[in-house]
Structures are given as structure tokens and as C-alpha cells.
């Protein structure tokens, strides 16, 4: 449950006593957003390559990049079969999700034989005593999870994609890999330790502080860390804390450390485990650290690189979260079909009346959908570890997980009463025991942890916003010399001088690697193309109305970065669409065709929606109403109730 948002690039030039990274005039924040812009700015990877969706909000629809969809190599498949096959009958005979969200808790003889079958190191090397295996299998086993037990998911991805492993993974030394990987290989749960009480995406507000010991072979850590997820059971964490401060260029520069921390350290307390709504099991607490002395070598990274240490960590680790939505979407919809063939209302079966099929078809395109932009992510990883997926994880993350939810809240309308009643009442009076209610609760959390909806739209925004900011910024910027900002705006000017028609002139060819699109595939994909195009165009035109105020239109920002969602989901849909149209008969071409055309189609009704409501909406007039409901001056919608008792409003 930890997200952290980012901020601007460096321009090439600085002005003198400037942060590192600082692209945005800070001159006039307050302190306290200036401390939260650098420091995130600091972190930022700036070393992508771009990216297919990255691409997409400068009007450049990269086709050869998502088609022909990369394939899943044959022996990587069999890898991930052979596991696969193993977890699905360990899953059948030894677990009973009904029975775990019941105890709210996991039984340790199952922790115990999931760790022997290697359920905890599954991208672990070998070399370390892990399975080895690829991202795609990764996402293949939290889809399998997804489908069957949220807190079994939960476990394994907060131990496996943020907790330990992963960072150890892609910043550790080989002393740190050989010391630890062993052990979660063989089972030792580890977890992630980012976010405080006062503390979610505002690093600059971080309390817990790791200081040196005069020799500098310790820190000592005192603070204390809220919703650590696997802390309750971890024998390993990751802890972001704050370290002293470093002069850089006459000023201080705040920073912020990663340190593996041994949960049997003296002074690691767990001092609460919090439980909510769904994810009854899950092992989620406060852990507490005073003058817990870590060792120097237990830095991840570097000193002060413990943000980019998480966002880097956080980028891969998104992608477990709408895998196992995938798996939750397969489940709903298995569930939905059954029922809505099954049950009879008004002479014919439900899912024969127009409201229902509405919803199933939704719900089995966009569960395609889903796995198709999941799968194109994670090959990306599989091809290159390096590979820039900043945005492509994001936007499965947000996409991915809102539309879960929507799949799950239809899968309880269409159940009806059998839908909200739990799985243990309907057994109890000898009625088919599917656990909707309980898919219902553990699914709500997937929008709001590995980085809240809201976030992950700003997150996008940033990043879209970033070639544009590059080359304008040092022209807004008050800080620097007005020689130094009118070469600035002298090459900003000759930039958009040839950019800016482009995103007028239409593009005739798709693609010139992949194999030929089928003719329906291909119309969305010029529909994609030049959509692109205009989304570009109205990205400038918000830049240029706006100016440096844009980044506080987060609806309009908001509304710009679901249309560039929606415009990589139909190219990868398509794309995988096509890849799977070889080996069918006809019937099932057509019926695949049937599936992707409804989804395109879906999506660009989505999309001029949200292109008409760039301009025509009612955003000031709901910021001006929320802000008079925050200041008490719309009491009248509050009247007639039993509201918040003076005891509530007290902390304990």
C-alpha cells in the first residue's frame, strides 16, 4: 500500500544553487511543495528510452512497436506451464479461500508447502536457489492467484514484486543477493516499508530518519511505518528513511535512503495489524524502529537513492497488480455465464434481456483487453530489463484495476441477493456457494493500493507532459538569464514550427514489420493512429491555454491520460487479436473479431467522450461547490442525520 508520484526532468542548464533535476520554477511554491517537487524530481529515472504509449501523447503511433505482439518463446512457456500445472492442483486440494477469509488468517502448513514448490522465489536466478522464471510467468501465476484467492495473491506479489526481491534484484550487490536471496527463495517473507500516518505520495514529508553512527559502519533507524503489507510476517523489509542532508552547491539536498532491515533487529517492533474490509488475511501492520542499528552495507543502492529504489521497484512490481485482476475478471465472468444461462426471468434466461448482455460483453472485452495490455508490458520487461515501462505499467495498473472493479460490481448485480449474500450463508441453505460478496470486497483495495487511481493519472500526466516541459520550461523559467530564455524560446519555437503540423497530416502506413492486419483490426488501428495525432494537439493546446497552471487541471489532465489509456489498449488488443487469428478455424476468427471489434468500439465512444469534455464540463463549478462544502456553506445536504459523535472526532 505504498505510492509515491514524481515531477519534471532536469533541463540542460541550471540556475546556479539549483536542485538537480528541478525543470519547474519553484521561485514561487511554498516550501513545503518546493521540498516535495525537488525531492521526487531527483528520483526520477531519466534514463528511458521512450516507450509505444510514451509515444502516443506526441502524436508518434509507433505500430512496429505492439505489432506483430511479441509471443511468449515456447520453452518459457513450458517453464511457466509445468509451475503453473502445480500451483493450479495446490490451490484445488489445499486451499479454501472461504475458510482463510473467514480466520483471517493463512494457514502455515499452506505458507509452508508453497514455499517448497518455490512459490516465493518464482523470478529469483537459480543461482540463488529460485525458479528463474520469466515476468510473463510471473503474471501468468498472479493471474492463476487472482482468480482463485486474494490473500494468497496479496502474500506472495507484496513479497515478490515491492518487498525485498525485486529492488534486490535490480539495485542489490552481489554480497546483498547471495546473503538474502536464498533465504525468500526457500520462503522468508519480506515486505515493503514506505508510507507513515502524515505520509502517501508526499515524500518531502517523511518522519522516520536513519542517522549515522560516528564510526559510519551503522545507521540508526527511529520512526514508524503505517500499512506495511507482509510486516506482520516478515522476516525481511525494505525501509525508505531519511538521511542526513548533502551541501550541493551551497545548499542542502534532502535525502532519502533504502535499507534492508532484519525484522529480529532489537528495537524492530510490530506494534498493530491493521484489518480491513476485504483481504481479511491480509498480514498488514505498524511497524515501529528505535535506534535500530542498521548496517552501512545493507544500503540498497546508494545513499539518498532510496526514491528511485522504490519508484524503479514499483514500476515492474504494478504489473503483478493487473495480472491478478485479469484472473479476477476470468473468475467473474465464468460465474456471470453460468448464472445468467441458468437463471429464468420473465420466460427467458437473463442473459437473453438487453441490461444484462450489455454487461457481459463489457465484461468479456475488456477481460481481453486487460490480458492483452498486461502481457505486451511484461514481454517488454522479458526482452529487456531495462526496458522503460514507466507509463505502459501505469496505465495497466489504472485501466486494469478500475475496470476489475466495474466487472466485479456487474458480477454482484447480475447474482442479485445470491451475489451480496456470503458464500457460507448460500452453502448453509444448500445453494451453490460462489463467493461473489467476497470477490466484491477483497477487489476494492486494487484501485487505491501500488499507487491510487488519482495518483497514477498524475503520474501519466508528468510523464506525457515531460518532452514538453524539456523544451518550454527554461522559457517560463523567471530563475534564469533573459539571453539564456529567448535561446531557449528561439529553439521551443522552431521545434513546434515543425511539429505541430505533422499532428495535422494523416499517416497511410501502419506498420512495416508486422504481418498484414485483418481489415477489421486495421480500421481501428488507423483509428488509433490518428487519434494519437488529435490527442497530441489538444495536449499542446492545454499547454498553451494553461500555461504553468496545467498541472493544477487534474481533471482535464485526467481526461487527456484516459484517452491515451484507451488508445494503447486498443492497439494492443488488436495486435494480440491478430496474433491469435492464425491458428482458428472461421468460427472462432469471427467470434474473436466480434470480441475485439465490440471492445474498439467501446473505447473510442470512451474516447470522444472524453475529447467533448475537454471543453464542454463543469469542472470550476465543481471545485467552487467542493470548496464551500469543505468550508461548512452547503450544511444543508448534511441535515437530518446521526452524524460523527464528539468521541469519533477525537483521536485516541
Known amino acids: 500500500m505504498n505510492t509515491t508520484n514524481t515531477?519534471?526532468?532536469?533541463?540542460?542548464?541550471?540556475?546556479p544553487g539549483e536542485e538537480e533535476g528541478s525543470a519547474i520554477d519553484t521561485s514561487k511554491m511554498s516550501a513545503g511543495q518546493r521540498a516535495a517537487l525537488e525531492l521526487t524530481e531527483a528520483a526520477r529515472d531519466t534514463g528511458g528510452?521512450?516507450?509505444?504509449?510514451?509515444?502516443?501523447?506526441?502524436?508518434?503511433?509507433?505500430a512496429d512497436a505492439v505489432h506483430p505482439f511479441p509471443e511468449q518463446k515456447p520453452e518459457d512457456c513450458d517453464q511457466g506451464d509445468a509451475f503453473l500445472q502445480r500451483l493450479e492442483q495446490f490451490l484445488r486440494e489445499r486451499v479454501d479461500p472461504d475458510e482463510i477469509d473467514r480466520s483471517g488468517e493463512i494457514p502455515s502448513e499452506v505458507i509452508r508447502q508453497l514455499a517448497d514448490m518455490g512459490a516465493f522465489g518464482i523470478k529469483i536466478a537459480p543461482r540463488y536457489g529460485g525458479l528463474g522464471l520469466s515476468q510473463t510467468n510471473y503474471c501468468r501465476a498472479a493471474m492463476l492467484l487472482g482468480s482463485y484467492c486474494g490473500n494468497l495473491t496479496a502474500l506472495l506479489s507484496a513479497h515478490q514484486s515491492i518487498g525485498v526481491p525485486q529492488p534486490l534484484i535490480l539495485f542489490g550487490n552481489e554480497d546483498q543477493k547471495r546473503k538474502f536471496l536464498p533465504r525468500f527463495a526457500r520462503g522468508e517473507i519480506s515486505a515493503f516499508a514506505l508510507t507513515e500516518a502524515g505520509v502517501g505520495s508526499d515524500p518531502a514529508r517523511m518522519q522516520t530518519r536513519a542517522e549515522p553512527t560516528p564510526d559510519g559502519k551503522y545507521f540508526i533507524l527511529n520512526g514508524e511505518k503505517l500499512w506495511c503489507t507482509n510486516g506482520t510476517k516478515a522476516g525481511v523489509i525494505v525501509v525508505m528513511a531519511r538521511t542526513p542532508p548533502k551541501m550541493v552547491k551551497g545548499?542542502?539536498?534532502?535525502?532519502?535512503?533504502?535499507?534492508?532491515?532484519?525484522?529480529?533487529?532489537?528495537?524492530?517492533?510490530?506494534?498493530?495489524?491493521?484489518?480491513?474490509?476485504?483481504?481479511?488475511?491480509?498480514?498488514?501492520?505498524v511497524v515501529r524502529f528505535t535506534d535500530v542499528r542498521v548496517p552501512r552495507e545493507n544500503i540498497l543502492l546508494a545513499e539518498g537513492k532510496g526514491l528511485r529504489v522504490a519508484l524503479s521497484t514499483l514500476n515492474t512490481g504494478r504489473l503483478t497488480l493487473p495480472a491478478?485482476?485479469?484472473?479476477?475478471?476470468?473468475?467473474?465472468?465464468?460465474?456471470?455465464?453460468?448464472?445468467?444461462?441458468?437463471?429464468?426471468?420473465?420466460?427467458?434466461?437473463?442473459?437473453?434481456?438487453?441490461?444484462?448482455?450489455?454487461?457481459?460483453?463489457?465484461?468479456?472485452?475488456?477481460?481481453?483487453?486487460?490480458?492483452?495490455?498486461?502481457?505486451?508490458?511484461?514481454?517488454?520487461?522479458?526482452?529487456?530489463?531495462?526496458?522503460?515501462?514507466?507509463?505502459?505499467?501505469?496505465?495497466?495498473?489504472?485501466?486494469?484495476?478500475?475496470?476489475?472493479?466495474?466487472?466485479?460490481?456487474?458480477?454482484?448485480?447480475?447474482?442479485?441477493?445470491?451475489?451480496?449474500?456470503?458464500?457460507?450463508?448460500?452453502?448453509?441453505?444448500?445453494?451453490?456457494?460462489?463467493?461473489?460478496e467476497r470477490l466484491f470486497r477483497d477487489c476494492r483495495i486494487n484501485t487505491i493500493f501500488e499507487g491510487s487511481s488519482e495518483i497514477m493519472r498524475l503520474f501519466i500526466a508528468r510523464e506525457a507532459l515531460d518532452p514538453h516541459l524539456k523544451m518550454v520550461a527554461p522559457v517560463l523559467d523567471s530563475?534564469?538569464?533573459?539571453?539564456?530564455?529567448?535561446?531557449?524560446?528561439?529553439?521551443?519555437?522552431?521545434?513546434?514550427?515543425?511539429?505541430?503540423?505533422?499532428?495535422?497530416?494523416?499517416?497511410?502506413?501502419?506498420?512495416?514489420?508486422?504481418?498484414?492486419?485483418?481489415p477489421v483490426l486495421r480500421r481501428h488501428f488507423r483509428y488509433a493512429a490518428r487519434t494519437s495525432r488529435r490527442l497530441a494537439?489538444?495536449?499542446?493546446?492545454?499547454?498553451?491555454?494553461?500555461?504553468?497552471?496545467?498541472?493544477?487541471?487534474?481533471?482535464?489532465?485526467?481526461?487527456?491520460?484516459?484517452?491515451?489509456?484507451?488508445?494503447?489498449?486498443?492497439?494492443?488488443?488488436?495486435?494480440r487479436a491478430q496474433a491469435l487469428l492464425n491458428p482458428r478455424t472461421q468460427d472462432q476468427k469471427r467470434e474473436l473479431l466480434d470480441l475485439v471489434d465490440y471492445f474498439c468500439r467501446a473505447a473510442r465512444l470512451r474516447i470522444a467522450r472524453n475529447l467533448h469534455g475537454l471543453r464542454h464540463n463543469a469542472d470550476r463549478a465543481g471545485y467552487r461547490l467542493a470548496q464551500e462544502v469543505l468550508a461548512g456553506r452547503q450544511a444543508v445536504v448534511e441535515e437530518g442525520i446521526v452524524g460523527r459523535s464528539q468521541t469519533e472526532s477525537q483521536p485516541n
Open 7 to 15: 515531477a519534471p526532468k532536469d533541463p540542460k542548464r541550471k540556475p
Open 49 to 62: 528510452r521512450g516507450s509505444f504509449a510514451g509515444r502516443l501523447f506526441l502524436g508518434q503511433f509507433d
Open 251 to 285: 545548499k542542502p539536498k534532502d535525502q532519502i535512503t533504502a535499507f534492508v532491515v532484519e525484522m529480529d533487529t532489537p528495537g524492530v517492533e510490530v506494534t498493530h495489524r491493521c484489518r480491513f474490509m476485504g483481504l481479511r488475511a491480509l498480514y498488514n501492520g
Open 324 to 436: 491478478a485482476c485479469i484472473g479476477l475478471s476470468k473468475r467473474c465472468l465464468e460465474i456471470v455465464r453460468t448464472w445468467a444461462n441458468e437463471r429464468v426471468q420473465w420466460g427467458a434466461p437473463i442473459g437473453k434481456h438487453a441490461a444484462v448482455a450489455d454487461k457481459i460483453a463489457r465484461m468479456a472485452a475488456n477481460t481481453f483487453a486487460m490480458e492483452a495490455m498486461t502481457l505486451y508490458t511484461a514481454s517488454l520487461v522479458d526482452r529487456d530489463k531495462k526496458a522503460d515501462i514507466r507509463l505502459e505499467a501505469a496505465m495497466c495498473k489504472m485501466w486494469g484495476s478500475e475496470a476489475a472493479w466495474e466487472i466485479v460490481d456487474d458480477t454482484m448485480q447480475i447474482r442479485g441477493g445470491r451475489g451480496y449474500e456470503t458464500a457460507d450463508s448460500l452453502k448453509a441453505r444448500q445453494d451453490e456457494p460462489v463467493p461473489v
Open 479 to 518: 530563475r534564469l538569464p533573459a539571453a539564456q530564455r529567448f535561446k531557449a524560446a528561439l529553439k521551443a519555437g522552431w521545434f513546434y514550427a515543425r511539429w505541430y503540423p505533422k499532428q495535422f497530416l494523416p499517416r497511410l502506413q501502419i506498420s512495416s514489420n508486422g504481418a498484414p492486419l485483418h
Open 537 to 575: 494537439r489538444a495536449l499542446f493546446h492545454s499547454m498553451v491555454l494553461h500555461g504553468p497552471k496545467l498541472e493544477r487541471q487534474q481533471i482535464l489532465l485526467g481526461r487527456l491520460v484516459d484517452i491515451g489509456t484507451d488508445l494503447f489498449a486498443i492497439t494492443a488488443t488488436c495486435s
